[in-house]
Nanobody, 119 residues
């Protein structure tokens, strides 16, 4: 398992930016498909962005053009650059290893990092 640790969240005004980081505990991080997920109050957890071991990315329609996912396999880290943030982006953000074209996440979840966007 990757056993990820998320960081970088915070409070930001609408239109602002944040960069989230995900640190993975495994030395074989590079082989994993990875995803950023978020869960807003009262809503189900959803996939925000995913990246394959080869660097191919995909995004939820709601964040396309605003968020960028990337990874640094040498550092066992993944990132989510979030620009033009909106109040509806407010959620706890999690990273996780994933499987398949639909990015089914592994069972282990870290504590996540809170992102709050004020209007």
């Amino acid at each position: 398992q990757v056993q990820p640790v998320e960081s970088g969240g915070g409070l930001v005004q609408s239109g602002g930016s944040l960069r989230l980081s995900c640190a993975a505990s495994t030395s074989i991080f590079s082989i994993y498909r990875m995803g950023w997920y978020r869960q807003a109050p009262g809503k189900q957890r959803e996939l925000v962005a995913g990246i394959t071991s080869g660097g191919t990315t995909n995004y939820a329609d709601s964040v396309k053009g605003r968020f960028t996912i990337s990874r640094d396999n040498a550092k066992n880290r993944m990132y989510l650059q979030m620009n033009s943030l909106k109040p509806e982006d407010t959620a706890v953000y999690y990273c996780n290893s994933a499987h398949g074209l639909d990015y089914r996440p592994d069972d282990y979840w870290g504590q996540g990092t809170q992102v709050t966007v004020s209007s």
